[in-house]
Structures are given as structure tokens and as C-alpha cells.
């Protein structure tokens, strides 16, 4: 088996389109199954050796390494020797690009954005910014971050996710509707909460979230609605939060994943109640081809059980 070879066979195992190209130590974006080749939600890297390498899947949260000798699953390798420097150097990070994150909150003005516009919501205001880049230092860190922040012209949507209230990350939506998330930020548990009421449900993309929290007014129901970013971290929120339900979206079936789509393999796994449309595509799909009373009747059945 070639490295090649071995890559495609890493990346259908995680859910990602092979890339075009690959550098030597250098992650390349590559668009997860079922998202759209625009969504550049998936990694690649060879490793400098150019014998061995690694491809993640940033949706559903799976990664596989790979060599000539073919792949293997990332968690079945024994973890490394605990390096206490490298953790003190790495919480340090985080802290770090947790302040950065709050600067370009703060820095943020509430405004309505093109995507929200494109996604039925034109008089939503959001958190946006014309240009992200004065905020980042310059530090390696800081130019480790700069040089991975989405290429283009703002204004830039962000939607911060939140930990017990401290802002951990960033997601960077362009005008077009690409999303990035921050460099090195932390999104495991993060959400970010567009309401609050009497019962949570958990959404994936900030354009669902708005689309169950509009079909659920319509319901006259008040309800904490979180976007949590990806399927995988859909499924972490929601299990933290007793009762809540997760709208998943409708992600085509994946061999990998037993023949379930992303939104629904990991909801499935959380315990909670969930449901997702009944066509591909995710609740603001169904909310912009059928209108908001289609969504709302939807999520009355959910309720009522």
C-alpha cells in the first residue's frame, strides 16, 4: 500500500474527502462528507517523515493515523508518556487563545450580517467585525492564528462558544457563509446560547439554532436554544443538561458511521431525546424550502411525544 493509498483510505474511514494536494507537516483543509465541498471542516497532515500521517474528521471528532502499513485507529493507540511541561505549555495556550477570543468578542459590534440575511433572518443581529487581525498579537501563537484565520474581506460573523460562561472559542462565518473556527480554541463542551427559557435543545450550526428558536415562538413555548458547532460536541452539551433534546441535522448515511448520517450517529449516542428533519439538510434547510410552520409543527410532535 502506498501513503497515498493509505490517506483515502484514512479519510473515507473518518468521513473526509482526500485532498488535492498535501506539505509536509502542514495541515490541508479537506470538506467533510455530506457538508458541502466548501466546508473545509476536515484535516490532513503527512507528517515531515513522509511515511506516516493523519486525517480528522473536525464534525464528528474522529481521526485516524496512517502509514504505508495502512491505518489505524488514533484511540486504540497507547497515549504518550504524561509530559508535564508540554501540559503547562498547552494550558498556557488556552488561556491564551481564550483571551484572544474575548478581545474579538468585545471588540465585536451588534449588526445584521449576510449570512444571517441568506439564512431567512435579515434583521437578526449578530456579533460582527470588519477585520479580525489588529486583535491577534504578535506572538508565535498569535501568528500561528493569523495565519489560519479564512482568507476574503469582512464583515465576519462570530459566534462565540462558552464554558460555564468563559469564552474558549470563536467560530469566523464570512459574508459567503464559510466556517472557520478559531485556531487552537476550545470547543469540546463550548456553546453558544441565542435564548433562554424553560427547556434547552441543542442545535449544531448559529442558522439552526435561530430556526428552532423562531419555530418554537411560534409555538408559544420559551426555551434555551445552544449552538454547539459540531455533531460530536451537539452530543457533549446536550448530555450535560438533564431533559434537554437535540435537533440534529439530516447528514447523508455514512458507511463508517453504520450507515447514519453525522447528526444522527452522535445524537443517538447521547441519551437525550432528538430529532432531526425529514429530508437532508438541517432545520434552516427545511425552514427556507417549506417555511417556519413546517419546522414548528415538526418540533410540536417532538414535544408532545
Same mark, same amino acid.
Given at each position: 500500500?502506498?501513503?497515498?493509498?493509505?490517506?483515502?483510505?484514512?479519510?473515507?474511514?473518518?468521513?473526509?474527502?482526500?485532498?488535492?494536494?498535501?506539505?509536509?507537516?502542514?495541515?490541508?483543509?479537506?470538506?467533510?462528507?455530506?457538508?458541502?465541498?466548501?466546508?473545509?471542516?476536515?484535516?490532513?497532515?503527512?507528517?515531515?517523515?513522509?511515511?506516516?500521517?493523519?486525517?480528522?474528521?473536525?464534525?464528528?471528532?474522529?481521526?485516524?493515523?496512517?502509514?504505508?502499513?495502512?491505518?489505524?485507529?488514533?484511540?486504540?493507540?497507547?497515549?504518550?508518556?504524561?509530559?508535564?511541561?508540554?501540559?503547562?505549555?498547552?494550558?498556557?495556550?488556552?488561556?491564551?487563545?481564550? !483571551? +484572544?477570543?474575548?478581545? %474579538?468578542?468585545? =471588540?465585536?459590534?451588534?449588526?445584521?450580517?449576510?449570512? *444571517?440575511?441568506? $439564512? &431567512?433572518?435579515?434583521?437578526?443581529?449578530?456579533?460582527?467585525?470588519?477585520?479580525?487581525?489588529?486583535?491577534?498579537?504578535?506572538?508565535?501563537?498569535?501568528?500561528?492564528?493569523?495565519?489560519?484565520?479564512?482568507?476574503?474581506?469582512?464583515?465576519?460573523?462570530?459566534?462565540?462558544?462558552?464554558?460555564?460562561?468563559?469564552?474558549?472559542?470563536?467560530?469566523?462565518?464570512?459574508?459567503?457563509?464559510?466556517?472557520?473556527?478559531?485556531?487552537?480554541?476550545?470547543?469540546?463542551?463550548?456553546?453558544?446560547?441565542?435564548?433562554?427559557?424553560?427547556?434547552?435543545?441543542?442545535?449544531?450550526?448559529?442558522?439552526?439554532?435561530?430556526?428552532?428558536?423562531?419555530?418554537?415562538?411560534?409555538?408559544?413555548?420559551?426555551?434555551?436554544?445552544?449552538?454547539?458547532?459540531?455533531?460530536?460536541?451537539?452530543?457533549?452539551?446536550?448530555? !450535560? +443538561?438533564?431533559?434537554? %433534546?437535540?435537533? =440534529?441535522?439530516?447528514?447523508?448515511?455514512?458507511?463508517? *458511521?453504520?450507515? $447514519? &448520517?453525522?447528526?444522527?450517529?452522535?445524537?443517538?449516542?447521547?441519551?437525550?431525546?432528538?430529532?432531526?428533519?425529514?429530508?437532508?439538510?438541517?432545520?434552516?434547510?427545511?425552514?427556507?424550502?417549506?417555511?417556519?410552520?413546517?419546522?414548528?409543527?415538526?418540533?410540536?410532535?417532538?414535544?408532545?411525544?
Amino acid at each position: 500500500m502506498t501513503l497515498t493509498d493509505a490517506m483515502r483510505a484514512a479519510c473515507q474511514a473518518v468521513g473526509i474527502e482526500p485532498p488535492r494536494g498535501t506539505k509536509l507537516g502542514e495541515w490541508v483543509k479537506s470538506p467533510v462528507i455530506g457538508k458541502g465541498r466548501g466546508n473545509g471542516s476536515g484535516r490532513v497532515m503527512i507528517n515531515s517523515d513522509g511515511k506516516t500521517g493523519v486525517a480528522w474528521n473536525h464534525v464528528s471528532g474522529q481521526h485516524m493515523r496512517f502509514s504505508e502499513a495502512g491505518t489505524s485507529d488514533a484511540e486504540s493507540i497507547p497515549p504518550p508518556k504524561r509530559d508535564r511541561e508540554a501540559e503547562r505549555r498547552e494550558a498556557g495556550e488556552r488561556a491564551e487563545v481564550a !483571551r +484572544i477570543c474575548q478581545r %474579538i468578542v468585545k =471588540a465585536c459590534q451588534p449588526m445584521q450580517h449576510p449570512y *444571517l440575511e441568506a $439564512k &431567512g433572518f435579515p434583521d437578526e443581529l449578530g456579533l460582527v467585525i470588519e477585520d479580525l487581525r489588529p486583535l491577534i498579537p504578535d506572538h508565535q501563537l498569535g501568528r500561528d492564528i493569523a495565519f489560519r484565520l479564512p482568507e476574503g474581506a469582512g464583515p465576519w460573523l462570530i459566534v462565540p462558544g462558552r464554558i460555564e460562561q468563559q469564552i474558549t472559542t470563536v467560530q469566523i462565518i464570512a459574508p459567503d457563509g464559510v466556517k472557520k473556527n478559531i485556531y487552537r480554541g476550545t470547543m469540546k463542551g463550548a456553546a453558544h446560547r441565542i435564548a433562554t427559557g424553560s427547556e434547552t435543545w441543542v442545535c449544531e450550526g448559529i442558522a439552526t439554532a435561530l430556526t428552532v428558536r423562531a419555530a418554537l415562538r411560534l409555538l408559544g413555548r420559551s426555551a434555551t436554544v445552544l449552538s454547539a458547532f459540531s455533531a460530536a460536541n451537539v452530543a457533549k452539551v446536550a448530555g !450535560r +443538561i438533564e431533559g434537554s %433534546i437535540i435537533a =440534529a441535522d439530516h447528514d447523508r448515511p455514512l458507511e463508517q *458511521l453504520h450507515g $447514519k &448520517g453525522t447528526g444522527e450517529y452522535y445524537a443517538a449516542q447521547s441519551r437525550r431525546v432528538w430529532t432531526q428533519p425529514e429530508a437532508l439538510g438541517d432545520f434552516n434547510d427545511w425552514h427556507q424550502r417549506d417555511g417556519l410552520r413546517a419546522v414548528a409543527l415538526h418540533l410540536r410532535g417532538v414535544i408532545a411525544g
